[in-house]
């Protein structure tokens, strides 16, 4: 083919940086413990039962994952009971937080954003994959670019075909 008729993609000659947060999601297992399981009659928290419960927690199916801590019962639980139960799992699950999956997520993501090297887009145009298959907290977007407006030469986001351009430094 001669070069006057050569096909070129000027996308890929642009260099624009592709970034994707789903990349950073870590990998693991997610797991939920209810409180209302470690209660009285699914309702009242009796200490010396609520301790027992919680030390005959078989803590093994949660090495390494992310566990998050939420009660269903409609009662009220002191902090202690949650700092008792995330005792027991330390050093065995990879995080613990207290909330719901969608907290899980979101402090998952927090996390992977502030162990990440940005320094390895330093003066680049990125372009911030709009579209993925996995569920990305909003709030990453947002950690997103706290991160990368010091650092990048210019933000986009979207796809390469249809980017939304955010900044230019």
């Known amino acids: 083919m001669s070069a ?10 642009s260099g624009l940086v592709n970034f994707d947060l ?3 999601i870590p990998k693991g297992q997610r797991k939920g413990i209810d409180l209302k399981d470690f209660l009285y009659m699914e309702m009242i928290l009796k200490e010396k039962d ?4 919680v030390n005959a927690l078989d803590v093994e199916p949660y090495r390494d994952a992310f566990v ?5 019962a409609d009662s009220i639980v002191p902090l202690w009971a949650y700092f ?3 005792s027991r ?3 065995m699950a990879g995080k613990i937080v207290y909330g719901n999956r969608s ?3 979101l402090l998952l993501m927090h996390d992977a954003l502030k162990n990440y090297d940005f320094n390895l887009l330093k003066d680049k145009r990125v372009l911030v994959k709009g579209c993925s298959d996995q569920h990305i907290p909003e709030n990453a977007y947002i950690e997103l670019v706290e991160q990368l407006k010091p650092v990048v030469k ?10 939304v351009p955010i900044f230019k430094n």
Request: with cysteine; aromatic share 12%.
């Open 103 to 105: 907290d899980l997520e």
């Open 154 to 163: 210019s933000l986009m986001f979207g796809e390469a075909c249809s980017s």
């Open 84 to 86: 008792l139960l995330a």
């Open 4 to 13: 006057e008729f050569e096909i070129k993609n000027k996308i890929a000659e």
């Open 68 to 72: 998050y801590i939420y009660n269903s």
């Open 89 to 91: 799992l330390t050093g």
């Open 50 to 53: 609520f301790r027992e419960k």
């Open 22 to 24: 789903a990349e950073l």
